[in-house]
């Protein structure tokens, strides 16, 4: 681990021509994945939940966080017009309020615990509990519910993506808003969801964050799919972004047709571009003017990650279709197709990683974005 993180701060150091992928020890000791858990997963804002997904009073979904200790089940819920996050725990005596195995939403107008029915108030304040009237407070006092509450998280939307806080100090969207600069044009926050699923792939997280990341690939390994009517590499440009964001955008002039005509927030260029962008540690995107794909990326071991992802189509372009199943269809068959073509190449990096005798090569200038998360990585865990 010491050579490890002798090696990281090197590499931080690195400019992007003489940089290359992480020192491999990185995608494959425990040791590190618990360095990136505490660091990482439990300090940064992380996205749990698109605000689409919950737009009713008392719409909620669960989620999952990484810690030391283990997934941390947490409940997103809108209360009103606010949106809030608690444990999934009852406070009485821990039971799972919510079964996170259930549908990725549905809705309520409280939340009783299934073990003792205690309920809870979409605020995460207790009503009371059945049976109560004789106990006390550990103070003596008689039992009040105004006294106990779900143990809520911070919560900030960006964008339309609700993001919860297990310990980050600072505010989330003034760190993103070189990023809002160039995705707020969209206003992706509208676009309606067709496509909601969480997979697990057997490589390492950040093998994935720098495989969507990555504009090199996309002639090669997507050529049947994003690359069935042309390479669009010439189109591609990288933009620097910042220690907490990245992006790349594709204008492609022969893509007028993403946009569709009413579109009116979208000029210029903007009507043919897609947007590439991750928000560290594990939330990436591709945002186009028909539709968005995202995906929240969370380690299960070094050898395992979570996917969360969905996709959601501008409100404009499903409206205008004849047949809106069969337009869904169509961008889903082709998101499932691109997924299929990544799988086995992320899967086969996490068994190369595995030897030592594997060197590294230098980058392509369409892989900076790598580089920009492999820097975020190693300035953060060195
Ligand atoms: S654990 Fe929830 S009411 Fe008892
Ligand atoms: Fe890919």
Request: proline share 6%; net charge negative.
């Amino acid at each position: 681990m010491d050579e490890l993180l002798r090696e990281l701060a090197e590499h931080a150091t690195l400019p992007f021509a003489r940089a290359r992928m992480l020192p491999l020890e990185a995608y494959r000791s425990p040791e590190f994945l618990s360095r990136e858990i505490d660091l990482l997963f439990s300090h940064e804002w992380l996205c749990v939940a698109r605000a689409a997904d919950i737009p009713n009073n008392g719409d909620h979904a669960t989620a999952l966080l990484p810690t030391a200790e283990g997934d941390r089940s947490i409940i997103v819920v809108r209360d009103h017009d606010a949106i809030r996050a608690f444990d999934n725990v009852c406070i009485h005596r821990g039971a799972q309020l919510i079964d996170a195995s259930e549908p990725a939403t549905c809705n309520s107008a409280r939340f009783t615990c299934p073990y003792h029915a205690w309920t809870y108030r979409l605020d995460g304040s207790l009503t009371g509990g059945p049976y109560m009237s004789e106990s006390t407070e550990a103070d003596g006092t008689a039992f009040n519910p105004d006294r106990h509450h779900l143990n809520a998280l911070v919560v900030e939307v960006w964008e339309g993506f609700v993001f919860v806080s297990q310990g980050a100090p600072d505010a989330l969207s003034p760190q993103l808003a070189g990023l809002s600069e160039v995705v707020g044009r969209f206003n992706m926050a509208g676009y309606i969801p067709i496509y909601n699923s969480v997979d697990v792939w057997d490589t390492n997280w950040k093998l994935l964050v720098e495989n969507f990341m990555d504009a090199y690939h996309i002639f090669k390994v997507h050529k049947n799919s994003f690359g069935a009517t042309g390479d669009d590499t010439p189109f591609t440009t990288m933009h620097p972004g910042t220690a907490r964001w990245a992006h790349h955008r594709v204008m492609n002039p022969n893509d007028a047709d993403m946009c569709h005509e009413s579109n009116t927030s979208l000029d210029g260029d903007w009507r043919k571009t897609t947007v590439l962008a991750a928000v560290f540690p594990g939330f990436v995107i591709q945002l186009q003017p028909d539709w968005l794909w995202f995906l929240r990326i969370t380690p299960v071991s070094t050898r395992q990650c979570r996917i969360s992802w969905q996709v959601a189509v501008a409100p404009e372009m499903l409206h205008a279709q004849a047949d809106a199943d069969a337009y869904a269809t169509t961008v889903m068959d082709l998101v499932h197709q691109v997924n299929s073509e990544d799988h086995p190449i992320v899967e086969g990096i996490r068994r190369s990683v595995e030897r030592p005798q594997f060197e590294r090569g230098p980058f392509s200038y369409l892989e900076r974005n790598v580089y920009d998360f492999d820097r975020y990585i190693a300035e953060r865990l060195r």
